[in-house]
Nanobody, 125 residues
Framework: QVQLVESGGGSVQAGDSLILSCAAS????????MGWFRQAPGKERTFVAA???????YYADSVKGRFTISRDNAKNTVYLRMNSLKPEDTAVYSC???????????????????WGQGTQVTVSS
């Protein structure tokens, strides 16, 4: 059974940094695309960042230059480093794992088949 466990959320001030972690089990991690999505109160879940098996990375325009996604295949863990946090970054952040495919839509949540429980990030001004 595939499991994803996020950690690292919390409450911070604008301009601060946080690092989210997502530990995966139950699937060959190094071959799997991994993504981070977020859902703000009253809004739909949106794409934040993703990393493919090739280590190619992708970001939403709203976080480009501030967030960095990385993976440690030896630890089956993907990270999201978030710098210069803004109040509009407040959301529940969830990681997701997909099956490797050349046609994988990295920013489309329907392509990911397992999700973590989510971790709250709150940024105050």
């Amino acid at each position: 059974q595939v499991q994803l466990v996020e950690s690292g959320g919390g409450s911070v001030q604008a301009g601060d940094s946080l690092i989210l972690s997502c530990a995966a089990s139950g699937r060959s991690f190094s071959n799997s695309p991994m993504g981070w999505f977020r859902q703000a109160p009253g809004k739909e879940r949106t794409f934040v960042a993703a990393i493919k098996w090739s280590a190619a990375t992708y970001y939403a325009d709203s976080v480009k230059g501030r967030f960095t996604i990385s993976r440690d295949n030896a630890k089956n863990t993907v990270y999201l480093r978030m710098n210069s946090l803004k109040p509009e970054d407040t959301a529940v952040y969830s990681c997701a794992i997909g099956l490797p495919s050349f046609s994988f839509r990295i920013d489309d949540e329907s392509w990911y088949d397992y999700w973590g429980q989510g971790t709250q990030v709150t940024v105050s001004s």
